[in-house]
């Protein structure tokens, strides 16, 4: 069973950076890619990024392109989400989650997911 725990979630000032991480285990197989979604309150979740464990190939909201990064780290089985240059608008639970290699060409294909961590940006 795959298991994904957030963490790094905080309160952060418009302008400010913060990095999430998401500690994977249970995985079989390093084909597939990891994805971070958000979920801001009265709204639905949506795509931040994701990126495939064996290639590192990534992919992007066009919201986020320029001010986050996504990066994973093989050997620790975690996969991060740097973010900098944060807004009021980035405010969010933010989830990770594990899927197949299609969903680094925008097909979400994503079959388990974590906790989440808040993120909280004030103006």
């Known amino acids: 069973q795959v298991q994904l725990v957030e963490s790094g979630g905080g309160l952060v000032q418009t302008g400010g950076s913060l990095r999430l991480s998401c500690v994977v285990s249970?995985?079989?197989?390093?084909?597939?890619?990891m994805g971070w979604f958000r979920q801001a309150p009265g709204k639905e979740r949506e795509f931040v990024s994701a990126?495939?464990?064996?290639?590192?190939?990534?992919r992007y909201q066009d919201d986020v392109k320029g001010r986050f990064i996504i990066s994973r780290d093989s050997a620790k089985s975690t996969v991060y989400l740097q973010m900098y240059s944060l807004r009021p608008e980035d405010t969010a639970v933010y989830y990770c989650?594990?899927?197949?290699?299609?969903?680094?060409?925008?097909?979400?294909?994503?079959?388990?997911w974590g906790q989440g961590t808040q993120v909280t940006v004030s103006s």
């Open positions: 990126i495939s464990w064996n290639n590192g190939r990534t």
């Open positions: 249970g995985l079989t197989s390093n084909s597939g890619a």
């Open positions: 989650a594990a899927g197949s290699p299609l969903v680094i060409f925008g097909i979400e294909d994503f079959s388990s």
